[in-house]
């Protein structure tokens, strides 16, 4: 009993969050419309190939429907042929529906269709044989009916609101910015102050979260770019993407050099760095860099044009700075940090 308590269906069996009930609506009215369109062409049979293809085809953008629907259209095709070719030459026997199941997925495997086609052949030839193997015509008549229900997929996909997937990059590319700010504050704040071995550990663990950060704003990005791909709304958004994206790709380099700084001071860290003069003004450019970094991420997005710009809220970018020459002991990690705050200050500005 307590095992059975215990007992969880696997976490990959349900997604993180609920998709929009607009996708689910349209898929039905996709199933739905393949399906009466399929009985008045072939008024013969009931179109349950035209259903599937049209519920697979409706994806969460345009671009991936339309990839939907080549992938399904191969696999029933090259399917259906092999299973007539098999048929034309042996009986309809149960080892013969095996051997056509073993020839289509080394068929899909030999020209390296992509796993959804590759599954789709064997299936549509299994089917062939099973249903249709004593009605003339059936092998045909099932790619009508395929390619009628992947046209009204990418159809009704393209009229009922064609997805735009901008506000997850939007919102990922801008945590990422905040993030980073926040780490180099920590960083100016670590340079002003005595550290601990402990502190700079933790240092290290919260500057390294920045990766898996920009990996998933990377993601979110190429997102946002497929949803617009053959979207006829792309138009109204593509400024948008390109601000998004271009911020990343401002920040991505921004990433290296933050990780690379926080590295330098935790292995050349000592007791006397915060006294040092110009470590006091590499803080401040550091406290610079991160205000200029949170206003970029606001001044990106949907609201941006919408949002009134204080006069305080203005780029302090960089000042200055007279170096004296550091102890001996110190000099390279000045320079190093230096180095990475001109570069950085580079990306903001854009250069």
Not at 86 to 114: D, E, K, M, P, Y
Not at 253 to 260: E, L, Y
């Amino acid at each position: 009993m307590r095992g059975l308590r215990e007992l969880r269906l696997p976490s990959r069996l349900r997604a993180p969050t609920r998709g929009p009930v607009l996708q689910a609506v349209k898929t039905s009215v996709a199933a739905v419309a393949a399906w009466f369109v399929a009985v008045l062409v072939l008024p013969t049979e009931l179109p349950v190939f035209a259903a599937i293809a049209a519920i697979i085809v409706v994806q969460p953008s345009v671009n991936q429907s339309f990839g939907k629907a080549i992938e399904r259209s191969i696999g029933v095709i090259a399917g259906v042929v092999i299973a007539s070719l098999i048929g034309l030459v042996f009986s309809n026997q149960t080892w013969v529906i095996l051997l056509t199941v073993v020839v289509a997925v080394f068929v899909a495997w030999a020209f390296q269709l992509t796993p959804a086609a590759a599954n789709q052949v064997p299936i549509s030839a299994m089917l062939v044989l099973v249903l249709g193997a004593t009605t003339p015509g059936y092998a045909l008549d099932r790619i009508i009916e395929t390619l009628i229900g992947a046209a009204l997929g990418i159809i009704v996909n393209l009229l009922i609101v064609p997805p735009v997937m901008l506000a997850p990059a939007e919102r990922d590319v801008s945590l990422l910015a905040t993030e980073i700010a926040a780490s180099l504050d920590r960083l100016a704040a670590a340079l002003t102050s005595r550290q601990s071995r402990q502190q700079l550990d933790g240092l290290m663990i919260e500057v390294r979260l920045l990766r898996p950060m920009k990996d998933a704003a990377d993601a979110s990005v190429r997102q946002g770019e497929e949803s617009l791909t053959l979207n006829p709304r792309q138009s109204a958004h593509r400024t948008r993407l390109t601000e998004t994206s271009d911020l990343l790709k401002r920040l991505s380099p921004i990433v290296t050099r933050a990780i690379g700084m926080t590295r330098a001071l935790h292995d050349r860290y000592d007791d006397s760095l915060h006294v040092e003069p110009s470590i006091q003004s590499i803080a401040v450019e550091l406290k610079r860099a991160a205000h200029d970094l949170r206003l970029l991420a606001r001044r990106t997005g949907a609201e941006a044009a919408d949002e009134p710009h204080r006069t305080e809220e203005i780029p302090v970018l960089t000042a200055p700075l007279t170096i004296v020459t550091p102890h001996p002991e110190h000099w390279l990690l000045i320079g190093s940090l230096m180095e990475d705050l001109r570069r950085i200050h580079d990306e903001i500005v854009g250069d």
